[in-house]
């Protein structure tokens, strides 16, 4: 058995407006920072798991993502799996 | 009857929608705490507004996998009839009754006011005292109400008369203008296909009392007594 550490990124889906991506571009190219575009405000999630493979972390996580972590109408989600030495 | 209202912790609205089944129709509240799995007879279940969970993650995310948000599902899928207000609506649409998704209001502020409402669809168990086309005041108060669903959704919705209620203007004009939140097609609340389970972001229960400065939103409550007693 080893301890997984686990990255899970969610944003909203493309074609999805994001109120809040817009409001930080607005507010970016006010600032100055006029080549700023597409700008998308999402949740970074971290969890530890233990499993024996990385092939069961990456079960587990899909299975979460599935079940409540992500809503698949509006998100979508990336995540990277590290083994914690 | 015998209304059921699930109580998630969080949930802020429960008393009044019992006050409104209790004082004002003179019906029965039984309130369902988030860990009970049995309605207990109820003839009706309604989800209320707040927020549960402190809207941990979604809106509505974590109540769609309490056991008493599972016996609702149960519930739905014989025929029961639920309504979800605000944050039962979040949690309606997150449980998979409803289709489409909650985003942040395009505004990105929190709307507590009163709003006007068309009538789109009287024939449901929940609106069947109103007219088609006619004009309701009744209040919001959310943060993430701004309703979409995929282009394929929207269109099926709209075809099968399940938006039920559309924000417009006092005269019941559609547009942007009298759009509080962003809501695809002025969007409000909306039904099942099936006509059982319905969901909406205003609060009727905060409009079914002269004192509160409407009433309109109390024939919800008597169209729902009316249709269980006649069923």
């Known amino acids: ?85 | 009857m015998k209304f059921g209202i699930p109580v998630y912790p969080g949930s802020n609205c429960d008393r009044d929608v019992g006050w409104v089944v209790e004082k004002v129709l003179g019906h029965e509240a039984v309130y369902l705490w988030h860990s009970e799995k049995d309605l207990k007879g109820v003839d009706c279940v309604i989800v209320p507004g707040g927020f549960s969970y402190g809207d941990y993650l979604r809106a509505g995310a974590m109540a769609k996998i309490s056991p008493v948000t599972e016996a609702i599902c149960e519930f739905a899928e014989k025929g029961g009839l639920v309504m979800g207000i605000c944050n039962g609506f979040q949690i309606l649409l997150e449980a998979g009754l409803l289709p489409g998704a909650m985003l942040p209001n395009k505004t990105l502020s929190f709307i507590c006011k009163f709003v006007h409402l068309r009538i789109e669809n009287d024939q449901t168990p929940f609106t069947h005292l109103y007219r088609k086309g006619e004009v309701v005041k009744i209040p919001i108060a959310h943060a993430e109400g701004n309703y979409t669903c995929p282009p394929e959704t929207l269109k099926e919705i709209e075809e099968n008369g399940q938006v039920v209620v559309r924000y417009s203007s006092p005269e019941g004009k559609i547009s942007e203008e009298f759009n509080p939140n962003g809501s695809l097609n002025n969007i409000a609340g909306i039904c099942n296909k099936r006509g059982n389970v319905f969901g909406l972001m205003p609060h009727p229960e905060r409009a079914s009392e002269a004192i509160l400065g409407s009433v309109d939103g109390l024939r919800m409550f008597q169209s729902i007594v009316e249709s269980v007693v006649r069923a």
Do not use: C, S, W
């Open chain 1, 1 to 85: 058995m080893a301890t997984y550490f686990v990255k899970v990124f969610i944003t909203y889906r493309k074609g999805v407006l994001d109120p809040q991506g817009v409001a930080v571009e607005k507010a970016a190219h006010q600032l100055g920072f006029t080549k700023v575009k597409n700008v998308r405000v999402g949740k970074y999630i971290t969890m530890e798991i233990e499993a024996e493979t990385p092939d069961e972390v990456k079960r587990e996580v899909e299975e979460m993502a599935k079940k409540f972590l992500v809503n698949p109408v509006i998100e979508e989600y990336t995540y990277e799996i590290k083994e914690v030495e």
